[in-house]
């Protein structure tokens, strides 16, 4: 099957990264194309940055369809576009927040994510709300890291994080923790064996999940909320999007 | 005070009926500025056209910053860009949807919302729970009406809507109605004396929330989760988007 | 318009206070007629002081729909007697918890209120959870500072509610405050300065939204629950207060 | 142990048959002292009757506490002045509510409430939130029975309740029933024979489970927002009611 | 009547004690039967152990059925097998975490669990939300106590969970406390006093509870999901459980 | 990798099914073990015979940490045992309730589960709100075939399903269905194409996603509730199960 992984930032370094991140543990059938845009925010730290990556994450969903592409996974914590991306993607779309939170409720009574800026932590927890999971989710902690801080190696910025990790572990007593950024993917196995809890990241975790809805034949339901937008003709330089239905 | 009224379909019909009931119940020394986009999708009617039209809503708030205007309401019923609004903008701005459950919470113990299409009344039911109105929402309810049908004095749409709007008082035991789409606000007053009970324009509730936010000095929060976008350049075609902080 | 503010205990300090800030926001055209009772309790801080200021207020409820009176305000905290007087009244009534409460969530993501006695922290709470601010609400933080202290200028409660919304801002992370007293009225626009997030005086929040339903022609649903108490006729000393249906 | 039972209304009839279903369950050493007062509403059908009722039944409350009563039941549905007796009262205080919903809840996964006039649906389904009995809680049911029909033989009250009772069990699927009203207490043994499930009168229950609170020697907390009223001095003619601390 | 009192661990101390407890409470008709397995684990410390107890359990509530036992407590604070044994049993059952926390409720806002081992921590929070008391509950506390060190008189065991108590009360402000394990029964006086809020054993309160709905002539729904087990044959070993209907 | 899936009730027929279906979604380097008891209940249909057929379950989860299965399945709709077996297994254990529901929450915004006999649906529920699923689940539904039914082809069980699941599109306006039954596993494409929306079997479901933990590298957190059992000898006849720490 072929996977398209979105990340909506244009941080081609990070792309990179989450790609690697993906194939590491996608099947040996399975075909992982990566992509980020060349327009727009660099990074993705608020509601507004979140607004303006969504367009062309949508184009490029569309021309995954074109391409073929069985699967999405939208490849930023906020999961922006994720139900946008569902109404026009024949196969299962999933965000990272969305199959990170999962996956974690699967081998842990609690868990805490752990995400970059303080400012994105409604953010997270709107999410986990939405998804059902606030149940489980202990706390949302910001390490105060700033998302492209984390391309940076001369930033001690994996030490930060793992600080707040151990807080969350401890203070929290999460069981599990969640890392709150695509840009934290190569973090992952190293706090797991610092702390001895499993952490869960959602790129990961999400490539497994589409895999697994592929297995089962299950794409997302086309009866309701996420069936196809309504055919009409968009006005102006948006034409481009109009929905044929 | 100066309220932009912002339709983000590009139905200028639409927009001048919706700057009429701004209007309507402005306070005496209130401007409204009424504003829909030149490009994008003529009716919002799920995830992707509201995805679509949320940039140029968020220009127009941009624009709005730069002449002095204080306040806003995003007149679509799925508040779209609502929080990165509020990201950008010094004064407060106010959904419709917002606006019209929280007014309708104050005269009635339940309320049901009455919408136009089936497909986006998860939309709704998400936005009653993210205000903490789903326990005033006994449901929400599609009259099956297009949007652009309320446009058109040749179908039935009011007609229709009421029928819905007296299903709701009869079949939930509803003790108050919340129309749920900006287009319905001319059908406001006919439907309240029709059916005995109050009926909710969230149009001209947001309007006097904005006043009322306005007469009382206070506008949206900037320490936490609305604080201006951190500085940061956009790339390529959404340069002219980039936060200045 | 005409507003009738309630003040439940007998202060008339405190009454005249917020007749005052009352009037501060009022629109030009609305009347602001303020009333605190004669017999009952000097200050209302537990659950037996309200249950013996609502008769009262109860009766001034009647005697302002004999002069016209077009919408009330409840001026104590607890919301006291809202729904038996929004049985009887014509026009709206709103309670200061419910308006404040209200406000606060239109402008932050979050508020904590801050209250005087911690014995009143519960009442706070659960009209929290009946409006459905709860899940804006950080948590209901006591000042320890008694009602009538808010009128004796030599004690140092200004300072020491200023003190508790200040943790409110660090600790709970709050971006917004709801002041929990009537009496607090007059500090609003001092901590609002000083600690540079939005401060919602509930008084004030009434009165201007009670203009607002006003304006927008909507007044208490008659079906219902809310709807005129049936007419009956009470025994001895309290048949004076017999509905007429 | 002396145990008062406080019927709210006027009605004489009601509160002896009240009486009558307290003793048929009370233990052999315990004393029912069944009270109504003299003046006030002959019925509580709303939220304005229950507030004018409340002074003299915290009153009763008083004199019981000088008269060495050990614990009260307040008996009616409404639960009124519920928490401002606990403030006041040495001994456990119990709602008919709040009893008959908890005990439905020990041998029922849920049940419905089988209420009098539509009107107080709301106020059950309130209770039932703040006891922490909604999950429980299928359905609040109007019988639409007005309270002193129950006093009328020539009425079909308890036709009327049973049938209200059977669509309970068959449509809703409720394995147990709540009479929602003191007035019902001797309906009881009747439905529950005709229907096969559990029926719960809140007078009985409320009797036994004070009964079971003094024998575990558990009285109100008095740490905390059911505190004894802090003591000042009413104003006027309410002087008698001071709370002395 | 009679009540068979279940101690699910094989120590025969610890059902001694429980034994004591329940007979100080209970009325002058009843008798009390204790019961403990010969076979299983000798604590109840987990999910593990829990499940390994059940079938013995089970076959102490069929016995008790044909010894015409009248109702039945699970005196482990897990209630492990609640539901199944209502299924079996013709009167009622009830555990002491149901039993405790819905005593604690009608005695206080609030209350905090102090109960023995952390890992046990998650079943308390289950039950609490099961039987709607999660609003009561202001945190489940472990005294880090293992269940045999409050058999063992030698342990500091008792000033451990006074000490835990003691933090519920200061830094909860907890008003009543709920003591965790069936063997901390004979410490619940004691706590009492030296805190001042009422601490309520879960067996004791139980024996009370089973009274009263014997009192009023209630019994587990059969209707639903606590119907008798459909007749069938079980294989092999467990030919001896099977239900004859 | 090698996987458990464990049929909870004695049917050799519905086990060999089960594995089937297993082994359909496993992946090429999947050994899929299927087991049942030779003890214990032909089928499982409420709390009692969920509750004698845990300890034969863990004994299988014992054998098989001998055997270095990496995974487990609990086949059966109840999830019985699930905790239990978490605390014994290294690797992942998941129930096909809680698989079933994650998975359709992924690909629909609600589902309705459609079971067997009426008496589990409050099963099902409450496994709905453990695992965060409720606010998915539209309706637990009961299409009241018996689990043995599905055994039978002369019974017309598969056409009732069927039916019953029309009911939840149609009715419930679910936009996706999870069967309810180990033992619907074979029916899961029929429904499925007739229907035109998700259908969901937890089997297979819970299959691909141990495989997904698994290559995730993730198992129970150890940390907290789920920690190995603590070392103790049982008791006579169950002391084979003794857990070593």
């Given at each position: 099957m072929k996977i398209k992984v979105l990340n909506p930032n244009t941080s081609q370094g990070m792309t990179d990264r989450i790609a690697e991140a993906a194939r590491a543990v996608a099947s040996p059938g399975t075909e992982i194309v990566a992509w980020c845009p060349v327009d727009g925010p660099p990074s993705i730290e608020g509601h507004y940055d979140e607004a303006l990556c969504v367009p062309g994450l949508l184009e490029a969903v569309r021309q995954?369809?074109?391409?073929?592409?069985d699967g999405?996974?939208?490849?930023c914590f906020g999961d922006p576009g994720l139900q946008a991306a569902r109404e026009i993607a024949r196969g299962p779309v999933l965000g990272i927040a969305e199959a990170g939170m999962h996956v974690a409720s699967l081998v842990a009574r609690s868990f805490s994510v752990v995400t970059t800026l303080g400012r994105t932590r409604g953010i997270a927890?709107?999410?986990?709300?939405r998804y059902g999971m606030q149940r489980f989710c202990r706390k949302v902690r910001a390490s105060e890291v700033a998302v492209l801080e984390l391309e940076d190696p001369s930033s001690n910025a994996s030490a930060r994080v793992l600080a707040e990790c151990r807080r969350a572990v401890e203070e929290d007593e999460a069981?599990?923790?969640v890392l709150g950024c695509a840009g934290m993917t190569d973090l992952c196995k190293g706090i797991s064996q610092a702390l001895g809890v499993p952490v869960v990241d959602g790129v990961a975790a999400a490539v497994t999940l589409v895999e697994s809805l592929h297995r089962l034949g299950l794409a997302t339901?086309?009866?309701?909320?996420w069936a196809y937008p309504l055919a009409k003709v968009y006005e102006g330089t948006l034409a481009g999007f109009s929905p044929r239905g």
């Open positions: 995954g369809e074109a391409d073929g592409v999405y996974v939208i490849a927890s709107d999410l986990a709300e069981e599990a923790i339901s086309k009866r309701g909320e």
